[in-house]
């Protein structure tokens, strides 16, 4: 596509349900990159995928957080029974092969942990 | 190790007046350095970009930032501000030549609002 394309825009859901986040990048895109930004906080790097494989989990909060990408494309962020703390935008980048490390972030997923 | 630092997380300038948003990085060998600006409930813009050409960028919007090696600066600046500038500017880094993983350091980000 155009842009970085990320659903749902925003997602209210009880404490210890699972949460699914979705991240479509740039067509021809090799790198995706998982942010969260919290109220009044800057951007927490979360998980980076080359293709298909991620060689660097370190960001992930807790074993709570998973990810995938399928394909060298979509990417789908998982929180398991969410927390209240996990409330936050949740921002995908991608970047192409060229660029000097520019990332075109995507508009973002509100999660609301009640 | 790479870190960037954004002085002042809020910043409020009059419209018309100069906008001046700090940003310093450590780094052993100059980097890359970005900024990036976050509109309400958007995701973020490429203001501008510093790779090794000239010194004094210019970005978007009438930005510009000024790499200062001996001060390790890279600040933000604009002539005049106008209401549109209201927005959240996130200051980057990243290492020359690097691949992979976690390359990229955003500052914390200064909020600047304009006073009509």
């Known amino acids: 596509g155009a842009g970085v394309s990320q659903s749902p825009s925003n997602k209210v859901t009880e404490k210890g349900k699972d949460v699914e986040l979705r991240c479509d990048p740039i067509s021809g895109h090799t790198a995706l990159y998982w942010y969260r930004q919290s109220l009044g906080q800057g951007l927490e790097f979360l998980i980076y995928?080359?293709?298909?494989?991620?060689?660097?989990k370190s960001g992930l909060p807790s074993d709570r957080f998973s990810a995938e990408r399928t394909g060298g494309s979509v990417s789908t962020l998982t929180i398991q029974r969410t927390q209240q703390e996990d409330s936050a935008v949740y921002l995908c980048?991608?970047?192409?092969?060229?660029?000097?490390?520019?990332?075109?972030f995507g508009a973002g997923s509100r999660l609301t942990v009640l | 190790a790479q870190s960037v630092t954004q002085l002042g997380s809020h910043v409020s300038v009059s419209e018309g007046a100069l906008v001046l948003l700090r940003c310093n990085y450590s780094s052993s060998v100059p980097p890359y350095l970005f900024w990036y600006v976050q509109y309400p409930n958007q995701g973020l813009q490429l203001l501008l970009k510093y790779t090794s050409a000239a010194t004094l960028v210019k970005g978007i919007n009438g930005f510009e930032a000024e790499f200062k090696k001996s001060e390790t600066s890279f600040h933000l600046t604009k002539p005049s501000a106008h209401m549109s500038d209201a927005a959240e500017y996130f200051c980057a880094v990243s290492p020359r030549g690097a691949t992979g993983a976690n390359n990229l350091f955003f500052g914390t980000g200064t909020r600047l609002t304009v006073i009509p």
């Open positions: 995928f080359q293709g298909n494989s991620a060689p660097d």
């Open positions: 980048a991608s970047r192409g092969a060229w660029g000097a490390n520019v990332l075109t």
